[in-house]
């Protein structure tokens, strides 16, 4: 049967990415994106210049309405609490029932709960969408002591956000330093270190609990230290949303299991973004991914799918960051077996690259690296071997060893 109509929920980057994706490919049917939030705009700012005050909420809009209404997509402002799979239907709050011939679960994933006595206080600040931006920037101002628990990207991001802001922060982290499996240990050092450089003090520590009294928070450590703070953002990672595939019975572990078509376990449904997570043929299930680029991707193998057309090729997953000032990349992935190379310039480590077993680039990370970053990902895509001597060595261009 002809496709005729998708309803996709959820207006992240992937339920975008679907809607946009599935009309260049010619899907003239109806075509419906519901999310409680209204029209889908951009999360990354949230941490940084959203949060900064340097772009307002039309600023982050993936895009305007007349997006939408120049190629025939419907944006409702709802949400959804049930999903029926077997003639696809989502029920939403108000009543309203939604028909479609296929249905796309783009849910995103919700801040994770510290587990810890206080960890839910109503008066804890998580970081995942832009009410939780607006209500974290009206409580920082000059001289307020805000503690972040949690020192991977969004908790370095708004560290660095807030400090610029004048507030007193605190960054704790159980590790140090973070990050060492998103950029390799030489890079996670210098990106660590960069907080104390600008006044933010850094503890190496694990928050045991939570307190609050008319003078403020009070953070207890399992170390014995207690730290003081008029705010308290907690940023420990994410879990994916899942309530709405367990409410039809779909196929979840850590995530809506989906095949490399983003087809759960329902003929019916597809899931994208970081709410999805892949099983292949054989059982084995990979890792969920949660970055920018993985939510729009799969978002344009929904689409492809959806139409019976031919799968895109993605290549190596890539993500970054920016703090103090610094942009972060990375390409693949610098976790696993192997060696790491790392390129220094002046004692400074500018990027690293991991290799695999077979002398073959598997990882890429920089600071301030966007070309090397760029030629690492064409040369893990194109499976070419490299001399880690030259990869070592910064007056060796990788673009010359890309081709």
Same mark, same amino acid.
């Given at each position: 049967m002809a496709l005729e109509s998708v309803l996709i929920a959820g207006g992240g980057m992937a339920g975008f990415a679907t809607a946009g994706e599935l009309r260049m490919r010619g899907f003239e049917g109806r075509?419906?994106?519901?999310? #409680?939030?209204?029209?889908? %705009?951009? *999360?990354? #700012?949230?941490?940084?210049? %959203?949060? *900064?005050?340097?772009r307002s909420g039309t600023d982050i809009l993936l895009?305007?309405?007349?997006?939408?209404a120049e190629r025939n997509i419907e944006v409702i402002t709802g949400t959804a609490v049930e999903l029926r799979t077997d003639s696809p239907a989502l029920v939403l709050a108000d009543g309203r029932e939604l028909a479609a011939d296929k249905v796309v679960l783009a849910t995103g994933a919700a801040p994770?709960?510290?587990?810890?006595?206080?960890?839910?206080?109503d008066s804890v600040h998580h970081l995942r969408n832009r009410a939780d931006a607006d209500r974290l920037r009206s409580a920082l101002h000059d001289g307020v002591r805000l503690v972040i628990l949690g020192a991977g990207l969004i908790g370095a991001e708004t560290a660095s956000t807030a400090v610029g802001l004048g507030a007193q922060v605190t960054l704790i982290d159980p590790v140090?330093?973070?990050?060492?499996p998103a950029v390799g240990t030489a890079l996670a050092h210098r990106l660590h270190r960069m907080h104390a450089e600008r006044g933010i003090r850094v503890i190496t520590g694990i928050?045991?609990?939570?307190?609050?009294d008319r003078t403020g928070h009070h953070i207890e450590l399992l170390e014995g230290e207690t730290v003081d703070a008029d705010v308290v953002l907690v940023g420990i990672g994410i879990v994916p949303e899942t309530s709405l595939a367990a409410s039809a019975g779909l196929d979840l572990d850590d995530g809506i299991l989906v095949?490399?078509?983003?087809?759960?376990?329902?003929?019916?449904?597809?899931?994208?973004?970081?709410?999805?997570?892949?099983r292949l043929p054989d059982g084995t299930l990979l890792r969920r991914a949660e970055h920018w680029e993985h939510a729009r991707n799969s978002g344009t193998t929904a689409a492809a799918a959806l139409l019976g057309q031919e799968l895109p090729v993605h290549g190596a997953p890539w993500f970054w960051s920016d703090r103090h000032g610094v942009h972060v990349e990375g390409v693949g992935s610098m976790a696993g077996p192997g060696s790491i190379v790392d390129r220094v310039m002046d004692g400074i480590p500018v990027a690293g690259f991991r290799l695999d077993g077979d002398g073959y680039l598997a990882g890429c990370a920089a600071v301030d690296g966007g070309l090397t970053v760029r030629a690492?990902?064409?040369?893990?895509?194109?499976?070419?071997r490299v001399d880690p001597v030259q990869l070592a060595d910064p007056a060796v261009e990788l673009r010359k060893l890309a081709r």
């Open positions: 075509l419906t994106i519901v999310d #409680p939030e209204g029209l889908p %705009y951009d *999360r990354p #700012p949230l941490s940084k210049d %959203y949060l *900064r005050g340097s895009a305007g309405e007349a997006w939408y994770r709960r510290l587990g810890i006595p206080g960890g839910t206080l140090d330093p973070p990050l060492v928050p045991a609990a939570i307190t609050a095949d490399d078509h983003q087809l759960t376990s329902h003929p019916n449904i597809y899931a994208v973004g970081d709410s999805a997570r892949t690492a990902r064409r040369i893990i895509n194109r499976r070419i």
